[in-house]
């Protein structure tokens, strides 16, 4: 048997009923999710049961197109259809890690790559001053070319509305900007062809001449009526875009707040990261009266870079200076805001220094996490980590960037790497998934913007880099 086979085959007896003294086994060794949310993403991501008897004696593979058309078209599952568990199983399989083909190359570092909810935009923001929009159903035609004006160092973050008309952009600066992406003019050079609006996010004049704090994160809420932003003053904030003033500043963390997220689409609950080694739960409906966080997940050494919300206002991820990803329930959090955090022995600077190896294996004794995904490096910068998308893979995955220029795919249930993305030159801060399609974009210091797809179409221009493969 080969050593493919025998991983899938444990992966898939994790999963079913036949394997729960491997369930055991491997839950033993931390490596398997033995949880809800494992229960969750087998209900979204694998096909019927039934499915699995068209072949005898092959019920622990993973079950190919063939046999679920087999299937449909007998009626095996009583539906007379795919649902989308079924469709999710199909698509997960195709992976994008064929290619990539080069979008653009710039001069500059990328720093921001993302999609619009409905995968039709694509949006690279640089570290000089340019955001570049790319209309992907049209080949990505160039639709916005934006020249940000008055910022420090680099376009820390940007956000689409969720009707994709604005784009909301920031800076190390105390002012989130706002360009009308829908505008007929392609050239958008702030405040010459085009007013880029500046929402002002301090009001102490002294922090806009010297910086005194800046945005490192910025969301529109799912309406489109509030952006949430995070900053190095320790604080996160809620802008109303109707009334244009601030509806809430939270002194949220005891250090640089990172990352920052509404948990779902209610915008009830928000989800910040910071430099203190925390996540917190914000819940607005009672703030008001406790001005506490609802919760804290205790579990990194060193400081979040991200966090990303699984959307249902209970899962999220967090990517770490601690060189980990760590997956948490906040039904699990912590009612103890006066938590003290871990304090290291060693010194070190993420910026310049290496993670000393006498770090790698510690772990906080007040760890709160569900489990946690190790193997990428998040170093230099803020590196992203993101969900797999619900429609195409049923959030299956998880995915990161890495200081080590290589994009990490691991299995949200038994953490294994399912794949890894070796193509650019320099660290990876951020990439995306397309919400719909086998395709993703990884985006680079190198200032190259990767497009993977299955099947590929590119070629790579880097012939010395060895093409990786997915386990199937």
């Not at 839950?27 to 699995?52: D, G, V």
């Not at 604080?235 to 250090?255: M, Q």
Request: proline share 4%; glycine share 8%.
């Amino acid at each position: 048997m080969t050593w493919t086979r025998k991983r899938l085959d444990g992966c898939d007896r994790g999963n079913g009923a036949e394997g729960s003294s491997g369930r055991q086994r491997i839950s033993e060794e931390n490596s398997y999710l033995n949880h809800e949310i494992a229960l969750l993403t087998k209900y979204t991501s694998t096909a019927h049961e039934r499915f699995r008897k068209v072949v005898p004696g092959k019920a622990r593979l993973p079950v190919s197109p063939v046999q679920m058309l087999v299937g449909r078209e007998g009626n095996y599952s009583g539906r007379g259809r795919f649902s989308s568990g079924d469709c999710c199983h199909v698509l997960s399989r195709y992976m994008p890690i064929n290619g990539p083909s080069v979008v653009d190359r710039m001069p500059s570092g990328a720093y921001v790559s993302q999609f619009s909810e409905d995968g039709s935009l694509f949006v690279a923001a640089f570290q000089e001053s340019q955001i570049k929009i790319y209309n992907v159903d049209k080949g990505w035609r160039l639709q916005k070319d934006i020249r940000a004006r008055s910022l420090r160092w680099t376009i820390t973050d940007t956000s689409l509305s969720p009707d994709r008309r604005f784009l909301a952009y920031s800076s190390i600066s105390p002012i989130v900007h706002i360009v009308d992406v829908g505008s007929a003019a392609t050239e958008s050079l702030a405040n010459v062809t085009e007013i880029h609006e500046g929402l002002e996010f301090s009001s102490d004049a002294s922090d806009y001449d010297d910086y005194s704090f800046g945005i490192f994160s910025v969301k529109f809420s799912t309406d489109g009526r509030e952006l949430v932003a995070a900053s190095s003053n320790n604080s996160i904030y809620v802008y109303d875009l109707e009334a244009k003033r601030l509806s809430l500043c939270i002194p949220a963390h005891e250090s640089d707040v990172n990352a920052v997220c509404f948990a779902d689409e209610t915008g009830h609950l928000i989800y910040s990261g910071s430099d203190d080694c925390l996540c917190k739960v914000w819940d607005r409906r009672c703030f008001a009266t406790k001005g506490k966080p609802a919760g804290v997940l205790i579990g990194h050494l060193e400081g979040i870079t991200f966090i990303d919300t699984r959307g249902d206002g209970r899962y999220l991820i967090s990517n770490g200076k601690d060189q980990v990803i760590k997956l948490w329930d906040i039904r699990k959090m912590s009612s103890n805001a006066d938590y003290v955090q871990w304090r290291r022995d060693y010194d070190w600077d993420y910026r310049w220094m290496d993670y000393p190896e006498r770090a790698k294996n510690l772990r906080n004794p007040n760890d709160l996490s569900l489990t946690t995904y190790k193997g990428h490096t998040v170093l230099r910068t803020l590196i992203r980590c993101y969900f797999s998308p619900a429609h195409s893979t049923g959030q299956k995955y998880i995915y990161t960037g890495s200081t080590d220029s290589i994009v990490y795919i691991y299995d949200l249930v038994s953490g294994a790497q399912v794949a890894k993305l070796d193509f650019h030159e320099g660290p990876v801060r951020d990439c995306n998934w397309h919400p719909y399609y086998p395709m993703f974009v990884s985006s680079s210091w190198d200032g190259v913007l990767a497009n993977w797809e299955f099947p590929g179409n590119g070629v790579p221009t880097r012939r010395n880099r060895r093409r990786r493969r997915a386990l199937y």
